[in-house]
């Protein structure tokens, strides 16, 4: 087909989805699988001083048991390799024995069935020295705060910082100012189906994982790293997802089945290997949407003119970096709208907590941004008694008006046109 505008394209999966015959990770089942269950390590900040495995391996029906030292290369992480696989004594990676967050993977029980596998887990017995916890941004901020990076002296990892013009003498100028604090919550995915795969070995030798997600190509690097293999000795498929919303970016059960079949196949065990995280598995275990405190300061002329925004952008990223950096990038840039304002000034912080880490999610950071950006607006046209939507046409970016940034907008913008025509339609 060389052309589809103005055309109505069949998705390829839809008639499998319509009968309800399309198989989603959870549906995949191989001869011989063995079933995999996560040992969480149930507290949110600790040093791991002990732990006893010997009675779940011993347990009838327990194909194995895997700990930090059974991966080659403990470590993963899209931006910075930073988290370990499977925390505890003995890893190739340093400090894995140090507990950031409460659903930490300290070990996996694989067993003839899911029952099986859940009873040896009881029977792992565990010791740790428990820390100070780092619940919230203000907490981690204290000069005396517990660094959660061993290797940091400081709570913050990622810092963004923009300056155009100069927000100190604009702010002289206005006629009106106003100022606010805003906060953006947490929030889960809740997608349909729970984290879940299955792992083999396929017939090149291939360390093949079978799950959902949205990037094949780094999943796969991932899996590979921790693994030390090359990535040609890799393969990920994903069959039909089981819904998303971006918090499928973000590798869950992938590496850890990988991590698995590996294991067994080193051990001259050749059993596929199966996991299906529970609802609450996948709420406690998986990354969420980045929470974010913003502190606003906005200025405008008498005429509704905004000349200068001043705004601080903090986030829990929690225990680890994830995705954090590339999503404040985003929230960095929306929290001056789609205005152009003549002098900015913004600084943003990525902090660490003792929080689930959190992650991708629908507008990857803008609507955070976004959130505090029109809140503002609607406060400028309440002080200066304007009509909210005269206050953003006249400030809207336009063909060669710059960003925050000093990029300047492509011709082909009409953003004032399509503010005017959504209010007009609105009523």
């Not at 705004?311 to 990038?329: E, H, R």
Request: charged residues 25%.
């Amino acid at each position: 087909m060389t052309n589809i505008v103005g055309k109505s394209v069949t998705r390829i999966d839809a008639e499998d989805k319509v009968k309800g015959e399309a198989l989603y990770p959870g549906d995949v089942n191989m001869e011989n699988q063995a079933y995999m269950k996560v040992f969480y390590s149930g507290r949110p900040h600790a040093l791991m001083k002990k732990l006893n495995v010997e009675k779940a391996e011993k347990y009838p029906g327990v194909v194995a048991v895997l700990t930090a030292k059974d991966v080659p290369v403990n470590e993963y992480g899209l931006i910075v390799k930073d988290q370990p696989v499977l925390c505890g004594l003995g890893s190739a990676k340093p400090h894995a024995e140090h507990i950031r967050y409460a659903a930490e993977q300290l070990a996996l029980v694989i067993a003839d069935t899911e029952k099986i596998a859940e009873e040896a887990i009881k029977l792992i017995e565990v010791e740790f020295e428990d820390l100070p916890i780092i619940g919230t941004i203000e907490e981690a901020l204290k000069t005396d705060s517990y660094k959660i990076n061993p290797d940091s002296d400081t709570n913050i990892f990622h810092h963004i910082q923009i300056r155009k013009g100069d927000v100190d003498s604009a702010f002289k100028k206005a006629d009106v100012i106003v100022e606010a604090d805003y906060q953006t919550p947490v929030q889960e995915h809740i997608f349909l189906q729970p984290e879940s795969g299955i792992a083999y070995i396929d017939e090149e030798g291939r360390v093949t994982v079978v799950s959902a997600g949205q990037s094949a190509h780094e999943d796969l690097e991932q899996v590979a790293h921790a693994l030390g293999l090359p990535e040609e000795r890799v393969r990920i498929i994903y069959p039909a997802i089981g819904g998303a919303f971006g918090g499928r970016e973000d590798i869950s059960v992938q590496i850890i089945l990988g991590v698995g079949v590996y294991c067994l196949e080193k051990r001259g065990i050749h059993r596929p290997v199966k996991i299906i995280w529970s609802r609450e598995e996948s709420i406690v275990g998986h990354y969420k949407r980045h929470p974010y405190f913003m502190h606003a300061k906005w200025g405008a002329t008498k005429d509704g003119k905004v000349i200068a925004a001043e705004v601080v952008l903090n986030t829990d990223g929690g225990a680890y970096i994830g995705k954090s950096s590339k999503v404040m990038g985003n929230a960095t840039l929306m929290c001056t709208g789609p205005y152009e304002i003549p002098n900015v000034k913004v600084d943003s912080n990525a902090i660490l907590t003792n929080n689930v880490p959190n992650g991708a999610f629908r507008g990857f950071g803008g609507p955070q941004g976004a959130y505090e950006a029109e809140c503002q607006m609607n406060k400028l046209a309440d002080a200066l008694g304007m009509d909210p939507v005269e206050i953003r046409v006249k400030n809207v970016l336009r063909e060669g008006s710059l960003l925050s940034v000093d990029t300047p907008i492509n011709p082909g913008v009409s953003i004032d046109k399509v503010v005017e025509k959504t209010a007009l339609a609105a009523g």
